[in-house]
């Protein structure tokens, strides 16, 4: 991982510090990653203090140092089959958060020197030891609230200026979701989302004149909004700015969509933006016809 993604990474282990300590910082939100890991990663806290409190009260925890010795020993032994998930990557925070708060009443330094300190490590350990997978499959967009309740989701097949979205298709398929992809009409702004067999079925895709892969016009396949709707649609953009703004590529395609949604379905599709950190801006502009989307995910959000 760069040194940006490791500083994302160590802002999620610090953040779930200050929640389990309860630290408040004037002007300071976390994203809506780390709420959704706070959620999650607390509950595993709570399980496992409560489940494994004979053992846990062996650990003799009086400083970072030996915090930082525990924590490695741990997962040493948590990761020493290779296999890396999501359930264990939560794990890690969990397991920092139940460390940090045996550390409390012993450490002379204050709460956010610990957090730091400790945050620190564990980020170490995620990137050493599992950074490449969470690359792999799709980085912290796996831990979305709205994509973990999603059943079905429609996602774009990324061009080479956006972000990737090949291990995100995967794990829809692997978590048993129903994917579906866009199919254009080139000579207007209609498009439909249809049903996608298999991630395997992309490479066989035909490709249209501006590049993309999409099935052919006369292949029949279901079509999400006949078929019960969407839950989730993952939105591409050129630029994208801090109210939730977009810019398309000037057809419409997906501001037409959204519209047919609201017609046809009787909740709304969460519609989450994938970006760079480059694509942001402070405003894009925007006519009465643009739809907003819900969220725009970014490195540093």
């Known amino acids: 991982m760069t040194d940006t993604e490791f500083g994302y990474v160590h802002g999620l282990a610090e953040?779930?510090?200050?929640?389990?300590?309860?630290?408040?910082?004037?002007?300071?939100?976390?994203?809506?990653?780390?709420?959704?890991?706070?959620?999650?990663?607390?509950s595993v806290q709570d399980e496992v203090e409560r489940t494994l409190k004979q053992c846990l009260d062996k650990f003799d925890v009086v400083s970072v140092d030996t915090a930082r010795t525990i924590f490695n020993q741990v997962m040493e032994k948590e990761f020493e089959d290779g296999i890396v998930n999501w359930g264990r990557i939560v794990t890690i925070f969990a397991f920092e958060g139940i460390l940090t708060k045996k550390l409390l009443g012993k450490c002379i330094a204050s709460d956010m020197d610990m957090c730091k300190d400790i945050s620190?490590?564990?980020?170490?350990?995620?990137?050493?030891?599992?950074?490449?997978?969470?690359k792999q499959n799709g980085g912290w967009v796996f831990t979305h609230n709205e994509y973990q309740k999603s059943k079905r989701v429609?996602?774009?097949l990324s061009m080479p200026d956006e972000i990737e979205t090949e291990e995100i298709i995967k794990d829809i398929f692997r978590q048993g979701k129903t994917c579906f992809i866009p199919r254009y009409q080139l000579q207007s702004n209609h498009m439909d989302m249809v049903k996608l067999a298999s991630p395997e079925e992309i490479a066989s895709l035909p490709r249209t004149s501006w590049n993309i892969q999409q099935p052919g016009?006369?292949?029949?396949?279901?079509?999400?909004?006949?078929t019960g709707g969407l839950d989730l649609i993952f939105v591409p953009g050129l630029g994208f700015d801090k109210q939730s703004n977009r810019l398309g590529r000037g057809k419409g395609y997906y501001d037409a969509y959204l519209k047919r949604c609201l017609?046809?379905?009787?909740?709304?599709?969460?519609?989450?933006a994938l970006a760079f950190k480059e694509q942001i801006c402070l405003q894009v502009p925007v006519n009465e016809n643009d739809v907003k989307v819900d969220e725009v995910l970014y490195e540093d959000s």
């Open 15 to 42: 953040d779930y510090l200050k929640y389990v300590l309860q630290i408040q910082q004037p002007g300071s939100k976390p994203s809506k990653i780390s709420r959704v890991l706070q959620d999650v990663a607390s």
């Open 120 to 134: 620190y490590f564990v980020a170490e350990f995620i990137t050493e030891n599992t950074g490449e997978w969470i």
């Open 154 to 156: 429609s996602i774009f």
């Open 217 to 226: 016009e006369d292949e029949v396949l279901e079509e999400a909004l006949s």
């Open 263 to 272: 017609q046809s379905q009787d909740v709304k599709p969460y519609t989450l």
